[in-house]
């Protein structure tokens, strides 16, 4: 209970508090906005940047690492979409669309800070490196599986552009390559600059659980409930159990097992929701999922901590 109490619930208190005060109206959408808009763009791709470019990347990014954590993340993606189209009868659009909702994980805004709260700053080398190629991962599998899913393969060809322009104009992923940059061309920073990039990266995680709660002050549980329960178990139990037993297989260590399972027990990102509003499938359960996932997020990471101990 103790890890529930000094662990996991500051992280969902500051949630809350983003919560409270949009739904009282004392924090606007306009205000919501601009914080998530301040920490996506500017504080956050700083925080990344800062990781990645002091990252050892001989010692850090392990493959068996990365693929103990998509193996799962695919496993799940794949799991979403024939459970939509089966087991609910979904067109095939909404079912990748709820596939998305499976695989993208919220490692983050809420993987980072409860991972660093656990385990320490010491302990986040292995959860950056699977930050890394999260969002390029995940876009390419998710968007690449849609226009399929709604093309010829002529049209594939044309959605090449929209792939791209969805993975590299992405703040985080800017910020993650050009941390990159800095670390293989070994380039030291000035002083000077260093702490004003800490000065953001410190200020990108309060302001973006904050807004997280604001943009989910937003949402309402109006989707397919049992629907949203077969993402939440997907996201929350059974991504991190396949992992779990990944990490094992390859014979990883503990460092490695705890960094891979709590990243993939982590509930459905902000950014599920706005796949699903691209391709207008699915937006009502891929808000009602952002939602119930990260309520349930606060009892089910519990019980992953007292799992890896």
Not at 98 to 107: A, W
Not at 121 to 143: K, N, T
Not at 171 to 184: E, R
Request: charged share 10%; hydrophobic share 55%.
């Amino acid at each position: 209970m103790g890890a529930l109490i000094e662990i996991i619930l500051p992280v969902f208190l500051v949630i809350g508090f983003g919560y409270g005060a949009a739904r009282a109206g004392l924090f606007s959408e306009a205000h919501v906005d601009a914080l998530m808009y301040f920490a996506t763009h500017f504080a956050i791709p700083c925080l990344l940047f800062l990781a990645i470019a002091r990252i050892d990347l001989a010692s850090d990014f392990d493959w068996r690492l990365l693929a103990s954590f998509y193996t799962g993340a695919t496993a799940v993606f794949v799991l979403g979409i024939l459970g939509a189209r089966l087991l609910f009868g979904r067109p095939w659009e909404d079912s990748v669309a709820i596939g998305f909702c499976c695989l993208f994980s919220n490692t983050v805004l809420l993987g980072i800070p409860i991972a660093q709260r656990a385990y320490g700053e010491d302990e986040l080398a292995a959860v950056f490196s699977i930050v890394a190629f999260h969002s390029p991962f995940c876009y390419l599998l998710g968007i690449t599986t849609m226009e399929i899913t709604r093309s010829s393969s002529g049209q594939l060809i044309r959605a090449v552009p929209r792939i791209a322009k969805a993975m590299f104009s992405n703040a985080l992923i800017l910020g993650i390559a050009a941390g990159f940059a800095v670390n293989l061309a070994d380039v030291t920073l000035p002083n000077v600059a260093t702490q004003a990039l800490e000065l953001m990266a410190r200020a990108g995680l309060p302001a973006a659980l904050f807004g997280l709660g604001g943009i989910l002050a937003r949402y309402r549980p109006e989707g397919d409930m049992m629907t949203v329960l077969f993402i939440v178990t997907l996201s929350l139990a059974v991504q991190p159990a396949i992992v779990y037993g990944m990490v094992h297989l390859l014979g990883l260590g503990k460092d490695a097992l705890r960094a891979a399972v709590i990243t993939a027990a982590m509930a459905p990102g902000v950014n599920t929701y706005i796949f699903a509003d691209l391709y207008g499938s699915a937006r009502r359960v891929a808000a009602t999922s952002v939602l119930v996932g990260t309520a349930a997020c606060a009892l089910s990471a519990w019980v992953w901590l007292q799992i890896l101990g």
